[in-house]
Each structure stands twice: as C-alpha cells, then as structure tokens.
C-alpha cells in the first residue's frame, strides 16, 4: 500500500479490532523516512482533529484506505 499526504484512512480501535464501526477516520499530514504523521476526523463543534503518528510499519499493518475520499 502505498501511503499519501492528503488521503483518509480507516485505523481500527484496539480495544474492539473486530468491530469496524469503533474505527478512527485519519487524514494523512505528513510523511518521513520511518514515521507517518496524521489527524484524527474533528469531533463535532471542533475545528480540527488530534495530531498523532505511528512507525510507518504499524499504519501499513492497521489503516485501510477509504476510497474515494481525498483532501
């Protein structure tokens, strides 16, 4: 898979990795050699979204992409 700035993905909850629904909406904000910089989807009534990132190997292994959905 191959990770792009600007793209939404779907991370799944750890505490319910089965169930989906439970899942976070991120958008992709910057990418380096060995991490992935990302926010999470607004909560309703905020301007923006929490600021977290993960080894580029995690978000490989845990994000789906959300098709059809671009910045």
Request: charged share 25%; glycine share 8%.
């Given at each position: 898979m191959k990770?792009?700035?600007?793209?939404?993905?779907?991370?799944p909850n750890t505490l319910r990795?089965?169930?989906r629904t439970l899942g976070y909406?991120?958008?992709?904000?910057?990418?380096d050699r060995k991490?992935?910089?990302f926010e999470t989807e607004p909560a309703p009534g905020w301007?923006?979204?929490t600021p977290l990132s993960l080894?580029?190997?995690?978000?490989?292994?845990?994000?789906?992409?959300?098709?059809?959905v671009q910045l």
């Open positions: 990770i792009q700035i600007g793209t939404w993905y779907i991370l990795p089965e169930d909406r991120v958008v992709v904000t910057d990418i991490t992935v910089h301007a923006k979204g080894s580029r190997v995690a978000f490989r292994k845990l994000a789906t992409p959300e098709r059809g």
